[in-house]
């Protein structure tokens, strides 16, 4: 763990002329990587973890699978990593999605009143059909977001604040308002199953970061998204489907929030349509900032968003661990907030940089 | 030449009638009106006693504190940023409130204590916003988790509020005539309007609020004190989500850090509601006031008709929201074009 750390100090070995980004050794490229902050800040929780715990970081194996803190960090931060990954996308068109806790919402919504009112409430195909419902219903209103923001052109935050507010209505009306309790082995797997001693939570959303990573890294869809968020217009000039585009990531972000739905309520085994997802937008939204990707659009990293969603369920995790109560939650995550603001920030930087010369010459940008 | 101007002045009346459109900039505040009116008519109609003006002072009742708070929003949303730590810093005012009332305070010092808080919060935000190019969104989310976090802080628990001076301003009824009365968080409210309205008609700070939504580069160059009025609104926005506070406090006489959860979406509703255009330049305070008295209304109905339930009353804003947004992106565009 301290490997990432000793190489900081020392100068990285750059050519006579500054060509050192031309042939960029492991080190260089760490240091000039948007990830270096995020996962310092990621070991640095796990370190004051240890320092409380010792025993923090053991994972053993009981009954067949694995267990232990870090296994459990992993299986919770599944819903928040899946609504930052759609999240993630739909940023880096330059848009935001305020909708996806009540997407959530009506996710759970939807797969528990089909399971309640089906004929075999716990048969495998009825959580199959229930879960297939719950997604198509999400897929829909990824439709509709993208519909407002694309074909209408309103402003994403406020399209997307539509649902916002209506959503959980939508969610209290599928239930009839009441917190509806299901009784399948099948769904609640989603949550709390192991598959070769993983977690299928977890093994659920690594699995759909990884789809997202090859889909925009081995092909152009992540240079189009890319285009799209830096500058819409011209990208639509180029001959990029700029519309579609962002339709896409709306549908996409739609359909992750409706995993991540379907998790959670899997994890309670019920759904209560005012408490499902409450503020995971907010949670995705700080995970993706953590992660590096500019709210402004343009540019991503599925990575950081990765290690940013493992770092919002660490500090969960680390704050009653230390002694401190766990309401002080909002608070430190109000701290992280500014302070990754701070890091992006143009202004703060460049006072950072006049007091650091040395650290600026070591990494060409 | 006397015959035309009679033949005009004649066929002008009828004309100007038939032909009269509004000013464009008043346009959605009229909108909204004649929506309130509609809404409270057909309501008048439907329901027994709905047409009682109980009913709509009621209505100013139960919603004072959102008031306040769309007041608040309209400053920022009229620079063209937003503020969603509103709710939060309304659940921390009731808990401040509370919890200072609790230890002993006196309630003037409990108040400019709340008063004092949430506008350095605002401060605080405006200054992020400002100089550190932070966008309005993520700054003011971190104020919203600040808020709820301080407030969880104090308490997990409710706290009751049991001031007598307190408890006199909440349940002391206000008679306006005959058995027609409201309470004093309403006459608050109304001064916040008023005065909300006059700092943006007839000042300095007012016209500098626009000049930013509408342009900001133009407005620097123009060599306007854009930081220091960006730096305002937030400020003024953190001082009504204070002021709203007490006033909720006075509805529920408690401390609560679960208090107002979602009711910036409220405020941003109303505001959008009420015709103040979300890329920021154009709108009334009044018609923000106007907005939460529509939010009221659907609130009113759904209790009226008894058979709707509460969450409906999600859906109709939502549905009320849209349709705005739709007609602000229309006149946007065609003004664009």
Redesign the interface.
């Known amino acids: 763990m301290t490997d990432t750390l000793t190489p900081a100090p020392s100068p990285a070995p750059t050519g006579e002329n500054g060509h050192a980004a031309a042939r960029p050794t492991l080190v260089t490229r760490f240091l000039g990587s948007t990830l270096v902050w995020p996962i310092l800040a990621l070991l640095l929780l796990l370190v004051v973890n240890v320092v409380a715990t010792p025993s923090f970081l053991n994972v053993r194996i009981q009954d067949g699978h694995l267990y232990g803190n870090v296994i459990d960090i992993a299986r919770n931060s599944a819903p928040v990593l899946l609504v930052a990954l759609g999240m993630t996308l739909v940023i880096a068109t330059r848009g935001?999605d305020l909708s996806v806790g009540a997407i959530a919402a009506i996710a759970g919504a939807v797969a528990c009143t089909r399971i309640v009112g089906a004929g075999d409430e716990a048969a495998v195909t009825t959580a199959i059909m229930a879960c297939t419902w719950a997604l198509a219903v999400c897929v829909v209103l990824g439709v509709w977001n993208g519909f407002?923001v694309s074909v209408?052109?309103?402003?994403p935050?406020?399209?997307t604040?539509?649902?916002?507010?209506?959503?959980?209505?939508?969610a209290?009306?599928v239930t009839d308002?009441q917190i509806t309790t299901v009784n399948n082995d099948t769904f609640s797997d989603l949550a709390t199953g192991y598959v070769l001693g993983l977690p299928i939570a977890s093994l659920i959303a690594v699995g759909m970061v990884v789809a997202a990573a090859i889909f925009t890294r081995r092909t152009a869809l992540g240079m189009l998204i890319e285009a799209v968020g830096i500058n819409p217009e011209a990208s639509r000039l180029a001959g990029v489907r700029a519309r579609t585009i962002i339709w896409t990531v709306y549908v996409f972000g739609g359909f992750c929030a409706g995993l991540a739905g379907l998790i959670i309520a899997a994890n309670t085994n019920s759904v209560n349509?005012n408490s499902l997802g409450?503020w995971i937008e907010?949670d995705a939204?700080?995970a993706v900032?953590i992660g590096g990707t500019a709210?402004?659009g343009g540019r991503f990293s599925l990575a950081g968003t990765l290690v940013g969603a493992l770092f919002i369920t660490t500090l969960a995790r680390t704050i009653p661990n230390v002694g401190i109560?766990s309401?002080?939650?909002?608070?430190?995550?109000?701290v992280v907030?500014?302070a990754v603001?701070?890091l992006q920030?143009?202004?703060?930087r460049a006072a950072l940089r006049v007091r650091r010369p040395a650290v600026s010459k070591g990494n060409p940008v | 030449m006397s015959a035309a101007v009679a033949t005009v002045g004649t066929t002008s009346l009828w004309d100007r009638i038939r032909t009269y459109s509004p000013p464009p900039r008043f346009l959605p505040l009229i909108v909204t009106i004649a929506l309130f009116a509609g809404m409270f008519g057909a309501g008048s109609v439907r329901y027994e006693n709905f047409g009682d003006p109980q009913v709509f002072l009621s209505l100013m009742i139960n919603n004072a504190h959102l008031i306040v708070l769309a007041v608040g929003m309209t400053f920022v949303i009229l620079t063209g940023g937003?503020d969603l730590s509103v709710g939060s810093v309304v659940a921390m005012s009731t808990m401040i409130l509370a919890k200072t009332l609790q230890s002993g305070w006196s309630l003037p010092a409990a108040i400019l204590a709340v008063l004092v808080v949430s506008t350095l919060l605002g401060t605080v935000l405006g200054l992020?916003i400002h100089?550190?190019?932070?966008?309005p969104?993520?700054?003011t989310?971190?104020?919203?988790?600040?808020a709820?976090?301080?407030a969880?802080?104090i308490s997990?628990e409710s706290i009751p509020i049991t001031d007598e001076t307190f408890m006199k301003w909440a349940y002391e009824p206000l008679t306006l005539w005959s058995t027609y009365w409201i309470r004093w968080s309403v006459v608050v409210a109304l001064v916040a309007v008023v005065v909300a309205a006059y700092v943006l008609a007839f000042t300095r700070f007012g016209r500098t609020v626009y000049a930013i939504g509408g342009n900001e580069s133009s407005a620097m160059l123009m060599g306007l004190r854009v930081g220091a009025v960006k730096v305002g609104v937030y400020a003024v926005s953190g001082f009504c989500a204070g002021l709203g506070g007490l006033l909720f406090a006075l509805n529920t006489p408690s401390g609560n850090s679960l208090h107002a959860?979602g009711m910036e979406?409220d405020a941003?509703?109303a505001a959008?509601i009420g015709g103040i255009l979300?890329?920021g330049g154009r709108g009334y305070v009044f018609g923000a006031l106007v907005g939460v008295l529509v939010l009221g209304v659907i609130q009113t109905f759904i209790t009226f008709d008894g058979t709707l339930?509460s969450?409906?009353?999600?859906?109709a804003?939502?549905?009320l929201?849209?349709v705005f947004?739709?007609i602000q992106?229309l006149m946007t565009?065609r003004q664009a074009t």
């Open positions: 935001i407002l209408l052109g309103i402003q935050i406020i399209a604040l539509v649902l916002m507010v209506a959503g959980r209505g939508l209290m009306l308002g349509a409450l907010l939204i700080l900032v709210l402004t109560p309401e002080a939650n909002y608070l430190f995550k109000a907030v500014v603001c701070l920030s143009p202004r703060a | 937003i992020l100089y550190f190019d932070i966008q969104f993520i700054a989310l971190a104020g919203l988790f600040l709820r976090g301080v969880y802080l997990i959860v979406l941003i509703a959008v979300l890329t339930t969450w409906w009353t999600r859906i804003i939502g549905v929201l849209l947004v739709v992106r565009r």
